[in-house]
């Protein structure tokens, strides 16, 4: 998940740890690739809950 607005609000954060860029700021073809996975699309179900314990 993203808290940041931007990587210099991330870069100004006092806990921000600069050898983990590569984990924390990702690309938008990471976020379209990642929310794009059967597991996010189908939440949008009216019955996603009974659905996916049905699997």
Do not use: A, T
């Given at each position: ?20 860029a590569d984990q924390v700021t990702q690309t938008l073809e990471e ?25």
């Open positions: 998940m993203n808290f940041f607005r931007s990587e210099e609000h991330l870069n100004n954060w006092i806990h921000y740890d600069p050898n983990s976020f379209m690739e990642r929310f794009s996975n059967p597991r996010f699309k189908e939440r949008g179900r009216s019955d996603y809950i009974s659905w996916k314990e049905s699997l």
